[in-house]
Each structure stands twice: as C-alpha cells, then as structure tokens.
Nanobody
Framework: QVQLVESGGGSVEAGGSLTLSCAAS????????MGWLRQAPGEQREFVAS????????YYSDSVEGRFTISRDNNKNMVYLQMNSLKPEDTAVYYC????????????????WGQGTQVTVSS
C-alpha cells in the first residue's frame, strides 16, 4: 500500500548540487520516519539519511553528513534530499524509503522503498 516515487536525479559535475524529491501516497505518511537509501553498481544498498515523523530529528551516514540535508513536508506527503558538494563516489541509484517507526538510524529499520532515481557525479 506504500507507494514512493522518486524524482530529481541526473548528472552533475563534482562539487555540484542536486535535490531529490519523493512523493509518498501512504495515508499515514506523517506518522512514520522517512529516509533515503542508495545503491552503487555492484554494491550493496546503503543508508544515506533519515528524518523522524515530525521532522524534529535527522540522521546521516558519515559519508554524506555535512553535505546532504533531508527534509519533509507532511502536508504535501513529500520528502526531499538536498545534495551539495557532490562527489563521484555519490554516484548511485537513490531510493526513498519509509519505516514503521517514528525515527530511524539503520537501514534495517526501513520496510518499503521506491523504484529509485539515478544520480551520476562526474569528476
């Protein structure tokens, strides 16, 4: 029943910025933590960022902390990922994800995710 649709991916040069968006169709969207995962070619899916149900708490992986910002608009059922100072190693498919918890800090705490949007960062 949870439908998550990502958009905003594309190709940028290193040091550039992108903003990803996630449209969630879940009726109880505002009750749950949301986040972003990513998967590079040949690699395991990894945690990127999460935001609590009301936006009061955020958590980031060490690799993106200080460069990425997650936010949400519960009135619009939207989640965003502002990505600054992008590096080639950020290249991956980015997935919007939803948890049944109010806050999340581990990838295992997400239960649903979307189809993903490609982000490519060139040198």
């Amino acid at each position: 029943q949870v439908q998550l649709v990502e958009s905003g991916g594309g190709s940028v040069e290193a040091g550039g910025s992108l903003t990803l968006s996630c449209a969630a169709s879940a009726v109880a969207f505002h009750n749950y933590a949301m986040g972003w995962l990513r998967q590079a070619p040949g690699e395991q899916r990894e945690f990127v960022a999460s935001i609590s149900w009301n936006g009061d708490w955020t958590y980031y992986s060490d690799s993106v902390e200080g460069r990425f910002t997650i936010s949400r608009d519960n009135n619009k059922n939207m989640v965003y990922l502002q990505m600054n100072s992008l590096k080639p190693e950020d290249t991956a498919v980015y997935y919007c994800a939803q948890s049944g918890l109010r806050a999340v800090s581990r990838i295992s705490e997400f239960g649903s995710w979307g189809q993903g949007t490609q982000v490519t960062v060139s040198s």
